[in-house]
């Protein structure tokens, strides 16, 4: 049994004005767009102290940890330091299976649970057990190579 204690935040990053409902959509395990449809729905039939509700997670409600702006920031200042130090493109395809690689696949069980269909979870498992393939070979045919038998005997001496 998973005793670790979720915390409620806002996401920013992933909401439309503040991120209240794309944090409580987190912390339940839901879809986005069905809090937010619960919201406006809630406003519109006649309660208005949800919008001070929503104001009020704005202000009392902390930023998720790692979706801040400063975060897409140095994401941009990376890739220009990347580009100033001229790497090559076979180098930003590696780096690009890497990530693709690396992100999780939640696939939901409901409708209104957060995560992936089962058919698009089944094709993103196969595109990453693709790109893994792909590197797999990368390295067997580096390491048959006779670059990587001179490299070996020159790291020896």
Known sequence: MNNKRRELFRNPSRGKIAGVCAGIADYFG??????????????????????????????????????????????????????????????????????????????????WQSGEPPKQAFHDIRRKFRTLEKQLQGIEQYVTSAEFTVSREINKL
Not at 89 to 110: G, L, M, P, T
């Open 30 to 111: 839901w879809e986005t767009w069905l809090v937010r449809i619960l919201v406006v729905s809630g406003v519109l039939f006649g309660m208005p102290f949800l919008i001070l509700g929503y104001v009020a997670g704005w202000f009392i409600l902390d930023k998720q940890p790692g979706s801040s702006p400063e975060k897409g920031s140095n994401k941009f200042h990376r890739s220009a330091r990347q580009n100033s130090t001229a790497r090559s493109s076979q180098d930003d395809a590696q780096n690009r299976d890497y990530e693709q690689v690396n992100e999780s696949i939640k696939v939901k069980a409901r409708i």
